[in-house]
């Protein structure tokens, strides 16, 4: 008999990859204070006449699209890491901005149209009191909690179903377009307590400060900038971590995932949750910098909007969807200004345009080109 | 106006044997206190004849002036006697008859009353539907004599109810008790109305027994017609569903291609049907009532055209990629969208209905099929009928089947599946043209016409199943029929939003939806 001598096997795994580089770091850093301390600067203490003065349309457009760059980092979450096509981003957006605008209508008091303590449109339609849905709409601290719950809750329970079944593919994202025009009908019928057609609108204050104030705005507007960085450096942590490599396993062959001993529903079920929320607090920022929420904001072309974004910065890179979100909304504003019947011919372009030329979008392209430079030396 | 008073010449013709009119019952009609006049022109419809009828009408189009205490006819600035019928100048002093509402009121009754007894079946359906609410028993021996002389089986069924109707005003209690009778028979929403009335007037015992006892014969067979009226307009949903999930089935179904421009392929079909129908109102306005027909071949290329165009300039590439293609053919549909803004404008556009598909067949009383909706039902069994022997039957069909199951396969067979991708997108894209031209006829033709069916039209693929017809029709006449009864039970937007949630619960059951194909794919 002979005897076998048995090595056992190590196991090398990569070393986990630093949250970002020292040149990310400096990027981000440098973002930080381009944001919280330049632009308020620009904006308050440079006089309007100057040069240097940033004006109050521009800082609003930018907290604006800062807003939507975080429903596209969300989506990439989902779409780009996990391979799972949302079209109903746009529903969790809104219930953030609703849980929000609770709160706001409940702050304007007394001073609304019919001087009642109820919201004008609950007059109108002669209410008595307010609906139980509305019972912690008085509370700041409720508020902030319910921004993050509503969407997380109706997320998981969606998502769970959802998962468990093995939906998957462009049928998931039929269901979920499915869900943002159903949750749209609702929201639209004045029976379901969220204004109707009409929405909220019209604040007055938030934490019992006056909304209009310039310096209000700056507060949301850094509030904004930090939110979204901080987003930003939490998806980098979720998708270097062990749970974001298997996200990336399951959206490239999940079977294969399944076969190897996990189970990918947890994983997508977290992940969708998460990406939920994170649109729900994008919604909360929105409303009171823009005045306004309504149905419209849960139409399905709203949600396939987020996901155009997204693709146009280029997919599970983290920083493209943020690119993405700047570049078409800028072009929209641009666009819908000068050349209003052109518009929804760019978006068109820009959606065929990117899915057949830029699968990588702006930034692989980028990528691209600094790969070709370095082969040219 | 002067079709009302050709109508009225044309009732004339009736009444040949009927007295005349006097000179003192004019005078009475048209001039004095309103009380006074009313029971003159009562009177008067009881022994009408002609002339009666053209100074009626002419009264009630206030066509009737006062010349030196006389009433006239005005007809084409000269005075008309109504009596002697001499033609004389109408002099400036001449006085407007005035007619209050109770007046005017008064007047329609009378005409259609004595319209009963017109040549017209048309102008005597109308007459009865007039009629019908505000009888009594004055008109009785009229109806009567209406009802002797009807042949047609339609109005004399009218005609009884409108004679039970008067009978129940009788102070005669066996005639009330014959009304309440008669009145079980029918099956109109306004004998409902009508009997609920009486029963709360009516003091015997024994004649409101049979009152409640004919209330509720016609409310149980009016609940019928309710119940088949919300199966049919299921029915009519479920086939226009059908006509645009059929599209959608073979593009989504059999190539696997997300389309999300579909409802915009489904606008373009439409706004071909509203071409063609400028085209025959300019060209050929004699046969308008064709369009229709020339306008469905023209749908379909229109959109099939364009449908090929898509495959071949976008969707080839994106084979493979559903989510992709998804999100391409989303920036298709909005493109098209504003296309068709910028060519025909924002607004919706009329599209007609021809003449033979307009007004209905009725089943029972409160229950009629419109011809559009049952043109479109048999339409779209037509176009599921067609597809399916294409798709089970012709040499195109069974290339799309070859290169659907095994696409190297098929190729290596001599197949050019590239080419039958096109075919097939087209054939797809062109039902949907077919079914724009289909929903032009029932609703509103403009830019959004697509977005409005996207969603619905998915659900019908996803129940159905992908990869075969069968599924699609059970799915598209079963959310079509349940939409249509939970909205008559909840509402629309709810009846919506239940039928959305019960979509999302069944596929927890059936992922793959009603028919599954078979196959041991772990990824299926």
């Known amino acids: ?377 | 106006m002067s079709i009302r008073i050709f109508l009225a010449l044309a009732i004339c013709f009736v009444f040949g044997n009927a007295h005349a009119l006097t000179p003192g019952q004019a005078k009475a009609i048209a001039i004095g206190e309103g009380d006074a006049r009313i029971e003159a022109l009562r009177a008067a419809v009881a022994g009408a004849d002609d002339k009666t009828v053209t100074f009626i009408q002419a009264l009630s189009d206030d066509a009737v002036k006062v010349v030196a205490g006389n009433p006239v006819i005005v007809k084409d600035d000269k005075a008309v006697d109504p009596v002697s019928g001499t033609e004389t100048a109408l002099p400036d002093s001449a006085e407007d008859v005035m007619n209050n509402n109770r007046m005017r009121g008064e007047l329609d009754t009378a005409l259609a009353s004595l319209k009963l007894l017109s040549t017209d079946p048309a102008v005597r359906l109308d007459a009865v539907k007039t009629l019908q609410g505000e009888v009594d028993e004055s008109k009785l021996p009229l109806i009567d004599k209406a009802f002797a002389q009807e042949t047609v089986p339609d109005i004399k069924d009218r005609l009884g109810l409108l004679r039970a109707a008067a009978l129940l005003t009788s102070s005669d209690k066996t005639k009330r008790l014959e009304a309440a009778k008669l009145l079980a028979e029918s099956s109109q929403a306004v004998t409902k109305t009508l009997l609920i009335e009486r029963l709360t007037m009516e003091a015997d015992v024994q004649v409101k027994a049979a009152l409640q006892f004919s209330l509720s014969q016609v409310e149980s067979r009016l609940a019928w017609g309710d119940r088949l009226g919300a199966i049919f307009s299921g029915i009519s949903l479920g086939s226009i569903l059908l006509l645009v999930a059929l599209g959608l089935a073979i593009t989504y179904g059999l190539m696997g291609v997300i389309n999300m421009a579909h409802g915009e392929l489904m606008m373009i079909g439409a706004y071909a049907t509203y071409v063609v129908q400028g085209l025959f109102q300019k060209y050929a306005p004699g046969a308008f009532d064709w369009y229709l027909v020339a306008s469905v071949p023209v749908a379909f290329l229109a959109s099939a055209l364009v449908g090929a165009a898509l495959e071949r300039g976008v969707i080839r590439f994106l084979y493979g990629r559903p989510l992709e293609t998804l999100l391409a053919t989303w920036g298709i549909s909005l493109m098209l969208m504003q296309a068709v803004r910028s060519l025909f404008g924002a607004q919706n556009v009329g599209v007609e209905n021809p003449s033979w598909m307009s007004g209905g067949v009725q089943v029972l009383g409160n229950l009629s099929l419109p011809y559009n909706r049952l043109v479109i039902v048999g339409f779209a069994l037509a176009v599921l009928g067609g597809v399916a022997f294409l798709i089970s039957k012709t040499r195109l069909g069974l290339f799309v089947r070859g290169v659907t199951q095994n696409r190297p396969i098929a190729s290596c067979m001599g197949v050019n599946t590239a080419r039958i991708d096109t075919y097939a997108f087209a054939l797809g894209s062109g039902i949907a043209g077919l079914a724009g031209c289909a929903l032009s006829q029932v609703g509103n033709v403009g830019p959004d016409l697509g977005q409005g069916y996207i969603v619905d039209s998915f659900m019908v693929v996803v129940l159905g199943g992908v990869g075969q017809l069968a599924g699609t029709v059970y799915a598209a006449l079963g959310l079509g029929v349940l939409n249509k009864f939970l909205e008559g039970w909840t509402g629309a937007v709810l009846a919506k939003i239940a039928v959305l949630v019960f979509i999302i619960i069944f596929i927890q059951k059936r992922p793959q939806g009603i028919f599954a194909m078979k196959g041991r794919s772990a990824e299926a």
Not at chain 1, 55 to 66: E, G, N, T, W
Not at chain 1, 79 to 84: A, D, F, K, L
């Open chain 1, 1 to 377: 008999m002979s005897t076998t001598t048995t090595t056992t096997p190590t196991l090398i795994l990569p070393s986990r990859a630093p949250l970002l580089t020292r040149t990310g770091w400096g990027a981000w850093l440098a973002a930080l204070i381009v944001l919280c301390a330049l632009v308020p600067v620009l904006n308050l203490a440079v006089p309007a006449g100057s040069v240097f003065h940033l004006s109050d349309f521009a800082v609003a457009l930018v907290a604006k699209i800062m807003c939507y760059a975080i429903c596209a980092l969300a989506m990439d979450l989902i779409w780009g890491y996990t391979g799972i096509l949302s079209l109903g981003h746009g529903l969790f957006f809104a219930l953030g901005g609703y849980a929000m605008g609770m709160y706001l209508m409940r702050q304007i008091g007394t001073d609304g149209n019919y001087k009642s303590n109820l919201p004008d449109f609950m007059v109108f339609l002669d209410w008595k009191e307010l609906p139980w849905h509305w019972t912690l709409s008085d509370s700041f601290i409720a508020t902030l909690f319910l921004v993050v719950a509503v969407p997380g809750l109706v997320a998981f329970v969606f998502g769970y179903f959802a998962f468990r079944s093995r939906i998957k593919g462009v049928y998931f994202s039929i269901i979920t377009q499915a869900m943002t025009f159903a949750a749209m009908l609702l929201f639209f019928r004045n029976e379901t307590g969220f204004g109707g057609n009409n929405g909220f609108t019209d604040f007055k204050r938030i934490l019992s400060i006056p909304i209009a104030t310039p310096s209000m705005r700056m507060t949301l507007f850094v509030m904004t900038s930090v939110t979204l960085l901080l987003f930003f450096l939490l998806g980098r942590w979720l998708v270097n971590a062990k749970f974001g490599r298997v996200l990336q396993a399951v959206r490239d062959a999940e079977t294969r995932v399944m076969f190897s001993g996990y189970n990918p529903i947890g994983y997508k079920l977290t992940i969708w949750t998460i990406s939920a929320m994170m649109c729900g607090v994008a919604g909360a920022l929105y409303v009171p910098q823009v005045g306004i929420i309504n149905p419209s904001e849960m139409s399905p072309a709203n949600s396939i909007e987020i996901a155009i974004w997204a693709a146009v910065g280029g997919r599970a890179t983290l920083i493209g969807p943020i690119v993405g979100a700047f570049i078409v909304n800028g072009a929209k504003s641009w666009l819908t200004v000068t050349y209003p019947e052109f518009w929804l011919y760019f978006l068109g372009a820009l959606f065929i345009g990117v899915t057949r030329y830029l699968p990588d979008g702006v930034v692989g392209l980028f990528k691209k080109l600094k790969g070709l430079k370095g082969v040219a030396k």
